[in-house]
């Protein structure tokens, strides 16, 4: 044999030799090596006697007999009929091979303990009084062994027959509580999987798919244990999937197996074709699958399913029935999120989207078409608000019947729409532009009076190297040149267009606000549930223009950061509220300072030096700092996740602002340092009133508890939101209901307010 060939027969065999870790290996390890033991003792006594050679012979081939198919069960894992046959022969001959036939019970016993941690308990019984037998016809067959005398006592030996049958039963007792243990242990073991593998999976298919591999593995911890799918098709039953010892799975069953009236776990009469196809006559359960009107999982056992193994199977389908809920909610938030609720046409967000894809197909040419309204305000003045509702929602089916199947119609907000043409010319782009028009300008008529209005569309193409941005800002330049040419009329744009000048000088004023002092920033709080305790602040950036008065962020934040003036805009804000925070801390009135951070920013590779120097400067412990990024800053960008770990490095908290308004959630959450999640407002903003949206806030305080992240809700606006947010378990609130954003001087006099209501008790209810 050459080397290498044996150094892997001796490593076999010292793993072999190793104890397994698993409970029930262990001990069928540690049955095999004592039985053995005891072969080899017992042996050792029985041939140091004065012994005759045919004793000799006799116990030898005992001896290996017993050595060989102990270790064949082991290495099988099971007892075939044939091994059990020759450890009764062989234990037949030790017994009429020892000097003194009650040697054969240093065998026997030993034999009955490792027989007992393997097969059935009928199987094991026999075997039991398979061993009586076999010393009894040793007995018979020990003065028939030359060397031996006439005398035989065999008292020695009968009166431990009822002790050995004794052992059979008590071993086998201690042996089949030990399996279940283990099986207990094993079904456990693939139900915690399953949390695991459900969390962040909204997929169907794929929930379907996690939930049916775990159906299998509690059959295979729980022996004779077999499951099939069903679904109600017609009048039968049809089976989708089995799982467990069947001979054939069964296509279909009889429709009346199972009742659809009975929402409870239902014991049914198994027909001829699944006993045939599965051997199995004893119990059946019919359980109801979560999700699945019709379709039921159906359970049995012989003689019946155990107790642990139907309580198993009901916790899998509540998990799955919860993942399923998610599954649907996520969908429906999904579809929500991409789609205008008044028109049912693609929202910005959608369109954005399909824009950058276009984009990135370099192949096709395609168009975007731009549409305002024209006269849209006086429908509103004239027959009202309710009335030009309606006329959108209609003027969104006129339009989609007005493009082809491959285009993309959206409302980006109020009277203003967006349309993608995939795969045009510039002469059909001119076409469908002109059909819109003509479309639109049909008077409608409404229950309040006729309404007319007109379209004025700008069209540009997509260029390779463009930006969405750039594309919707040309085809609203080409809009506003159909309207100065008239209105109601298609405009395509020309690079004359824009008025480069005007976009230079509005860089060059909100560079000079930044260096000048005309940002101030405002402070809104974040009080803890229950308590009302302030516990952070979220600063919001103003411009305090000199002629336009206070501009809000959403009037000045795109330009910056369009420009890349958002970088030093966001150097002030970071070095302001860490003052503003020190400030806070050493008046005695501590507080977290969250600020918001723009792509532009967490990639600048000066942003995680900045927020040092600034924690430095003003003493402000890392902790105290929260920056806030939203799922589409920090998506498919490793700079900005490499930003986020070097701030977590330093100490500083991470915020996901507006969770839930994208699909990406999950991902975000599993993939970069989060520490608190801030529900968007609009989720906030439906939990008296919609039960989706309370559903939705509920799952999301539940998955981030058990992922160890703090929650916060934004939007808070009264005490009946923020009680049932209270009750959904979340742990703080932000909103105008506290206070809202207020100059810093206002927020230090509410802050004080707050900590001083908080130490007498008159913020915790009653």
């Not at 799975?249 to 429709?255: A, F, I, M």
């Not at 929260?626 to 986020?644: G, I």
Request: proline share 5%; glycine share 8%.
């Amino acid at each position: 044999m050459s080397s290498p060939r044996v150094e892997t027969v001796l490593r076999a065999a010292l793993q072999r030799l190793h104890p397994p870790a698993e409970l029930v290996e262990h001990t069928r390890w540690l049955f095999c090596l004592a039985s053995i033991a005891s072969v080899g003792l017992t042996s050792l006594t029985v041939l140091s006697g004065d012994v005759t050679g045919w004793s000799f012979a006799l116990a030898t081939v005992a001896a290996v007999t017993f050595v060989v198919s102990w270790l064949h069960r082991y290495r099988r894992r099971r007892a075939p009929l044939p091994a059990d046959l020759a450890d009764l022969l062989a234990l037949a001959l030790f017994a009429a091979a020892c000097p003194r036939p009650v040697l054969a019970l240093g065998v026997a016993f030993p034999a009955v303990w490792y027989r007992a941690v393997y097969g059935d308990t009928r199987r094991i019984v026999a075997y039991g009084l398979g061993v009586c037998l076999a010393l009894t016809c040793g007995l018979q067959l020990w003065s028939a062994v030359p060397g031996h005398g006439a005398q035989l006592a065999a008292a020695a030996v009968l009166g431990n027959l009822p002790v050995l049958l004794l052992t059979v039963f008590v071993v086998r007792h201690l042996a089949v509580g030990l399996f279940e243990r283990e099986h207990t242990r094993a079904r456990d073991t693939a139900l915690a999987a399953l949390g695991g593998q459900l969390l962040g999976v909204t997929d169907r298919s794929a929930i379907l798919r996690t939930a049916w591999a775990t159906a299998e593995a509690v059959c295979a911890a729980t022996p004779g244990l077999r499951t099939a799918v069903l679904a109600r098709d017609g009048d039968v039953l049809r089976v989708h999937g089995a799982a467990g010892e069947f001979l054939r799975r069964p296509t279909t069953l009889p429709g009346d197996l199972l009742s659809d009236e009975d929402p409870d776990p239902q014991r049914v009469v198994p027909p001829t074709a699944l006993v045939l196809s599965s051997g199995v006559r004893g119990e059946w359960l019919g359980l109801p699958m979560p999700d699945s009107p019709g379709g039921y999982m159906l359970l049995g056992g012989h003689p019946t399913v155990p107790g642990d193994a139907v309580l198993a199977v009901q916790s899998m389908l509540n998990q799955v029935a919860l993942a399923l809920r998610t599954s649907s909610a996520h969908r429906e938030l999904r579809a929500q999120a991409l789609t205008d609720r008044l028109t049912g046409l693609a929202n910005r967000t959608a369109f954005s989207a399909a824009v950058d894809a276009a984009l990135a197909d370099a192949d096709s040419e395609a168009w975007v078409l731009f549409l305002d309204l024209d006269d849209f305000k006086v429908v509103n003045d004239t027959l009202g608000h309710l009335a030009g509702d309606r006329l959108l929602a209609h003027l969104g089916c006129e339009l989609t019947g007005a493009l082809r199947a491959e285009d993309l119609c959206a409302r980006l907000g109020g009277d203003e729409f967006a349309v993608l043409l995939r795969g045009a010319g510039e002469a059909e782009a001119r076409r469908i532009g002109q059909r819109i028009v003509e479309t639109i300008s049909t008077p409608v008529e409404l229950g309040e009076g006729l309404a007319r209005i007109g379209a004025s569309i700008g069209a540009t193409r997509l260029q390779p190297g463009s930006t969405e941005t750039l594309v919707v800002h040309q085809a609203d330049v080409a809009m506003y040149a159909a309207k100065s040419a008239g209105k109601n009329r298609v405009h395509f744009f020309h690079p004359g267009m824009l008025q480069l000048e005007a976009a230079a000088e509005a860089e060059a004023e909100l560079r000079a606000a930044v260096d000048g002092g005309e940002l101030v920033l405002a402070y809104q709080p974040v009080v803890a549930a229950g308590d009302g305790r302030c516990t952070a602040v979220e600063a919001l950036v103003r411009w305090a223009h000199p002629e336009r008065g206070l501009l809000g962020p959403d009037q000045f934040l795109a330009l910056a950061e369009e420009t890349g003036a958002i970088v030093p805009l966001g150097e002030f804000v970071v070095r302001r509220v860490c003052a503003d925070a020190a400030r806070w801390a050493q008046e005695g009135h501590p507080v977290a300072v969250h600020v918001n951070a723009s792509p532009t920013q967490l990639a600048h590779p000066r942003f995680v030096e900045l927020v040092r120097e600034s924690l430095a400067t003003t003493g402000l412990a890392p902790g105290r700092l929260v920056v806030e990024v939203t799922e589409t800053t920090v998506l498919d960008s490793p700079v900005v996740a490499a930003t986020l770990d070097a701030l977590v490095a330093l100490g500083v908290g991470i915020a996901l602002d507006d969770f839930g308004t994208g699909y990406s959630a999950l991902t975000t959450l599993r993939s970069l340092p989060i520490g608190i999640v801030k529900i968007d407002r609009s989720f906030v903003a439906g939990v008296l009133t919609q039960a989706a949206d309370q559903a939705v806030v509920e799952a999301i305080v539940q998955m981030a508890s058990r992922l160890g992240l703090q929650t916060v809700a934004e939007g808070v606006e009264s005490v009946e939101q923020q009680d049932v947010l209270e009750r959904a378990g979340i742990d703080s609130l932000q909103g105008y209901l506290y206070l809202p954003p207020a100059p810093a001087a206002e927020f230090t006099a509410w802050l004080a307010d707050n900590r001083r209501r908080s130490s007498t008790g008159e913020l915790t209810p009653a």
